[in-house]
């Protein structure tokens, strides 16, 4: 399943809200797997808080919405499609988090950080910034 979230909600509570409303969508889907697959690994329910806190900082932030999408590890993947390639945050759920750029003709930016790691999140949140403006 893949979810794209709306910046249009101004008021953080009310984005909150929406937010934990899309994640109940996809906590669902992905605990409900439509065939059964010895490979699948559901996302635990940390994968969630994570992903909860990451986009209230992305708000906060003023970075857009990204594209929202889980793999069979239980992996969420926040992803953006930039004019000259992808950005993308992997949420591991255990505070782990993957900041991943591929641009063309650039060598990838790729740097794992955990959530209590301020610094290395305050970095990433600066570089996500200079790709939107």
């Known amino acids: 399943m893949q979810s794209l979230f709306e910046n249009a909600r ?10 934990k409303a899309e994640f109940s969508k996809i906590r669902k889907e992905i605990t409900e797997p439509a065939v ?7 996302a635990p329910d940390l ?25 069979e590890d239980g992996i969420l993947n926040f992803k ?13 759920g255990d505070g782990l988090v993957v900041y991943d750029v591929t ?10 950080f955990t959530l209590t790691d301020t610094a290395s999140l305050q970095d990433c949140l600066a570089k996500l910034n200079r790709l939107f403006q």
Do not use: C, K
């Not at 059964?36 to 559901?42: A, G, N, S, T, W």
């Not at 969630?48 to 919405?65: K, Q, R, V």
């Not at 953006?80 to 591991?92: Q, S």
């Open 10 to 19: 101004t008021d953080q509570t009310s984005f909150r809200h929406y937010v």
């Open 36 to 42: 059964e697959d010895q490979d699948f690994f559901p």
């Open 47 to 71: 994968v969630f808080n994570d992903a909860l806190f990451l986009m209230e900082t992305l708000f906060i932030s003023g970075i857009p919405s990204p594209d929202i999408s889980w793999t």
């Open 80 to 92: 953006w499609h930039l004019e000259d390639g992808i950005a993308m945050l992997e949420i591991y």
């Open 103 to 112: 641009r063309d003709d650039e060598r990838p930016d790729e740097v794992s």
